[in-house]
């Protein structure tokens, strides 16, 4: 006798296995929009500079410097955000500062300055403008035989000529009684004697053959007597800071706990010309962390492992005391092998105004 297939039994088991086919095919044409909408929402992120504004109080400010503002910027690595760098001028439109300080990282691959140039000449003649040199950047001074005899490389002679104060030794900014440093924090550790030693040494070995020296030979004796002249400028500098100066201090990677507190544990007491004396670092690199997950944070930075802190890679924190703001950023570092361009990470430009008043 033939057994007939109940359709009521296995009705719902069909309408299981629509349901199931339903969703997969909901999904599957989902999937491509969500894609597609991340992809927009991440690219107008990464390509939307944003202006942040921090308020620092140092306690020891003179009166004439309340309310000198830094606009700090680093790690733009020749980005373009518009024709002209037209997406950077509508964010600095209107925007007052005392000074411009750019700490590093700041060329294109092969050195191509030209969006550098670009953003400086969006900036205002008369304002002062001081650059420290990334690892990315490379030396500004020319070791070898170039296209000129000059002894800055040609991306340093451009910026130069621009306005941009390329800073290997501190530089004094006045305003009425008030004194300001700004200090790359490479000078602190110089042993000024032990290295004037070597590099005559090296000098005297190169001037002794002077009848067989190359075009790269000349490049590098204008290199070791430019190294000499900074060395001498040093020493009088040093003799200049007084304690109630304030320094800013320029390093392109953001400045550790242990390191600072060996630095300060180190220099005397009575030497003005320390870290310890800094009012301020400020510093770059880590670019935010590159690729970001919103409302957590960095994914992975090389040096620092996976999910830093905020504090550790962006934004303003303390180390052994002294504040330390360190950039965002605004380009993607190839130093981050596998994360490429910017990921829900809004390029950053910073301005910091310093102040006597506590912060309520």
Not at 179 to 204: A, C, F, H, K, N
Not at 226 to 232: G, S
């Amino acid at each position: 006798m033939r057994r007939e297939r109940n359709q009521y039994i296995f009705a719902s088991e069909l309408i299981r296995k629509n349901r199931k086919h339903h969703i997969r095919t909901a999904v599957l044409l989902l999937l491509p929009i969500l894609i597609v909408l991340l992809w927009v929402v991440n690219f107008t992120l990464s390509h939307r500079v944003l202006l942040r504004e921090e308020k620092l109080t140092i306690l020891n400010l003179p009166p004439d410097l309340e309310n000198y503002s830094i606009l700090h910027i680093s790690d733009l690595h020749g980005e373009r955000f518009g024709e002209g760098q037209k997406g950077i001028d509508s964010v600095l439109d209107n925007v007052r500062y005392s000074c411009v300080v750019m700490t590093g990282d700041m060329l294109g691959e092969d050195g191509d300055v030209g969006p550098l140039l670009e953003l400086i000449d969006l900036m205002p003649h008369d304002t002062p403008k001081f650059l420290i040199a990334g690892d990315t950047d490379g030396p500004f001074i020319e070791t070898k035989a170039h296209s000129s005899l000059s002894v800055y490389t040609d991306w340093a002679d451009r910026l130069i000529a621009a306005g941009v104060k390329i800073v290997d030794k501190p530089v004094l900014i006045t305003r009425e009684k008030g004194r300001l440093w700004i200090v790359p924090e490479s000078v602190y550790t110089l042993d000024l004697w032990r290295l004037q030693g070597t590099v005559e040494d090296q000098l005297d070995s190169l001037n002794k053959r002077a009848a067989s020296l190359t075009a790269d030979d000349a490049a590098r004796i204008r290199s070791l007597e430019y190294e000499l002249q900074r060395i001498e400028e040093l020493k009088e500098i040093k003799k200049q800071f007084l304690s109630t100066d304030i320094q800013v201090v320029l390093a392109h990677t953001p400045l550790s706990e242990e390191y600072v507190s060996d630095m300060i544990a180190g220099a005397e007491k009575d030497n003005v010309y320390s870290l310890r004396y800094a009012s301020l670092i400020l510093a770059g690199h880590y670019n935010g962390g590159q690729w970001r997950i919103p409302f957590v944070g960095a994914i992975y930075v090389p040096e620092l492992g996976w999910f830093p802190k905020d504090q550790e890679i962006q934004g303003l924190s303390y180390v052994n005391g002294i504040p330390q703001y360190i950039s965002p950023g605004m380009g993607s570092d190839p130093h981050y092998e596998h994360q490429p361009g910017r990921v829900f990470n809004n390029p950053v430009i910073t301005k910091i105004t310093l102040t006597r008043k506590a912060e309520r």
